[in-house]
């Protein structure tokens, strides 16, 4: 079993930028991806990025491009989410995801398979972040 804690959420300006990190616990050295997601007033769960344990290879859903980084430290078992260039439309509650089936390829794109929220184990309790205009 494996328990996701997320920090770092809060308000900030259009333009603004924020940094999330997830404190991993438990069976950690099961885990093969990781992941950030969002829930979005008025729609559902979104994937927003996501990263390999096994190799480090990235994915991210094309409005965060440029904007957000994901980044894992194995040693410290933790996840970071940097965010800058900050929109209204990036608010929501962001969680904190992992899984232990997902390979280096499946993890770079389930984020965006319309199944995507059946796709992760664990999930963190979620953090908020607000943007304003």
């Known amino acids: 079993y494996v328990q996701l804690e997320e920090a770092g959420g809060g308000s900030v300006q259009a333009g603004g930028s924020l940094r999330l990190s997830c404190q991993a616990s438990?069976?950690?050295?099961?885990?093969?991806?990781m992941a950030w997601f969002r829930q979005v007033p008025g729609k559902g769960r979104e994937g927003v990025a996501s990263?390999?344990?096994?190799?480090?290879?990235?994915g991210y859903r094309d409005s965060v491009k440029g904007r957000f980084t994901i980044s894992h430290d194995s040693t410290e078992n933790t996840l970071t989410l940097s965010m800058d260039s900050l929109r209204p439309e990036d608010t929501g509650i962001y969680y904190c995801?992992?899984?232990?089936?997902?390979?280096?390829?499946?993890?770079?794109?389930?984020?965006?398979?319309?199944?995507?929220?059946?796709?992760?184990?664990?999930w963190g309790q979620g953090t908020q972040v607000t943007v304003s205009s």
């Open positions: 995801v992992a899984d232990h089936t997902l390979g280096p390829t499946a993890c770079v794109t389930a984020i965006l398979a319309p199944d995507a929220n059946e796709m992760y184990t664990y």
């Open positions: 438990g069976n950690t050295d099961s885990i093969r991806c």
């Open positions: 990263i390999s344990t096994e190799g480090g290879r990235t």
